[in-house]
């Protein structure tokens, strides 16, 4: 269990529910969930955890013990997810708003929508506060050309035809918000095209204090590290092929459907790893000289972790990597991602010096103390407003 931060006294004697589309692993959106237990609502009376489902055998035990709500047909043998076996409950996706609707939050005063999909369609009592940290506005409904390539076959044309059911309920549980957070300027600008609604921009919490700068004798000069999921919007194969010829090394780490294939293509200064356990990754960010992340994000925790591990990010100028990566400071932003722009960064950054304790300072504007401290008083003012609302109506 992570250190909490200072624990917040503005919600004591509270209620509070957080609701979370799914848990199907501890990753960012799930990290994001646990700060909130953990470091925002510390001080609160009860604060209970309602999500569709939970692969409780994959989060911290303090996690897993806090959700009190979950679908019961989703956890039905043959649609669980067992471990990392992904289980077939997304099929079950065109039921979960109705799921989030009936759910009953009437004895809670604060409820949060932790929600990239359907988790905002909850209905809290109208004297509840009602805040939304948006991961992003449902892709199946807004963005279908961003998950073109994940999702395939029945499942895609179902969703296809869905589409316009889930932008409908979708826009209608959005005006119920009571106020919007939410993770990078990219994501906050589809909340106010989508929406109508503007919302805070408030960092998710990334664990910077896991990464340290390591001295210049642990570094290898030219030798590069990509640590993602290997799917297609991620760009493994484009980036492997990008060090053919080149005098740099390249240390790709992930799980996915096509590791197989970029390992078998990969020319020989490419070593492609599985699923590392954390204090070998740390070490690997130890030994690196560069970061590689050119996959457009809504936001992109590792380029954070990379920062705060002294590394300079070659990222693509899109997507949650613009709050991140200053450019020409950070590392280095590519206008437009093909072969030849692709290698032209990797020489770059190999060849500019950067400062690693700069870089350190930069991460920690990304910190889960800083999360805490602003989504906590995000909520109190949310609270405050609607106390004012309330009492004007009376």
């Given amino acids: 269990m992570p250190a909490a931060a200072t624990p917040r006294t503005g919600f004591d004697g509270k209620r509070v529910a957080i609701v979370h589309d799914w848990f199907q692993g501890f990753h960012g959106s799930e990290r994001v969930v646990e700060a909130m237990l953990t470091d925002v609502f510390a001080g609160a009376r009860t604060v209970d955890l309602f999500t569709f489902h939970a692969a409780r055998e994959l989060l911290p035990a303090h996690l897993a013990a806090a959700i009190v709500g979950e679908s019961?047909?989703?956890?039905?043998?043959g649609l669980r997810q067992r471990g990392h076996d992904p289980g077939r409950w997304r099929y079950l996706l065109p039921y979960m708003p109705l799921y989030f609707r009936r759910l009953d939050l009437r004895s809670y005063d604060i409820v949060v929508a932790s929600s990239h999909s359907c988790a905002v369609n909850v209905r809290p009592r109208g004297d509840a506060t009602f805040v939304c940290y948006c991961l992003?506005?449902?892709r199946y409904a807004w963005l279908p050309q961003l998950d073109g390539a994940r999702v395939t076959g029945a499942h895609a044309a179902a969703l296809r035809a869905a589409r316009g059911y889930f932008k409908r309920l979708d826009h209608a549980a959005a005006q119920r918000v009571d106020r919007y957070a939410t993770l990078s300027s990219a994501v906050a600008e589809r909340i106010r095209d989508f929406y109508g609604r503007d919302a805070e921009l408030i960092f998710p919490p990334v664990e910077v204090t896991?990464?340290?700068?390591?001295g210049a004798a642990r570094r290898q000069a030219g030798h590069f590290l990509w640590v993602h999921r290997f799917v297609a919007y991620k760009?493994?194969?484009?980036?492997?092929?990008a060090f053919r010829g080149l005098p740099h090394r390249l240390t790709m780490v992930g799980i996915g459907p096509l590791q197989d294939e970029v390992r078998l293509r990969a020319p020989e200064n490419?070593?492609?790893?599985?699923?590392?356990?954390r204090?070998?990754?740390v070490a690997l960010f130890g030994q690196a000289s560069g970061f590689i992340h050119v996959g457009e994000e809504d936001f992109g925790i590792s380029m954070v972790e990379a920062l705060a591990a002294g590394l300079p990010v070659l990222g693509l100028d899109a997507g949650g990597a613009r709050d991140i990566v200053r450019d020409g400071e950070d590392g280095l932003l590519l206008g437009r991602l093909?072969?030849?722009?692709l290698r032209a960064g990797i020489d770059e950054l190999a060849r500019r010096e950067w400062d690693p304790a700069r870089l350190r300072e930069r991460a920690a504007t990304f910190s889960r103390e800083r999360f805490a401290e602003r989504f906590a008083a995000f909520v109190a003012d949310a609270c405050a407003a609607k106390a004012i609302s309330i009492s004007g109506q009376a």
């Fill in 338 to 341: 093909g072969l030849t722009e």
């Fill in 279 to 281: 204090d070998e990754l």
């Fill in 210 to 214: 896991d990464f340290e700068p390591a």
């Fill in 136 to 138: 992003t506005p449902m």
């Fill in 72 to 77: 019961r047909i989703a956890a039905l043998p």
């Fill in 270 to 277: 490419v070593t492609v790893h599985g699923w590392l356990e």
């Fill in 235 to 241: 760009r493994p194969e484009l980036v492997a092929e």
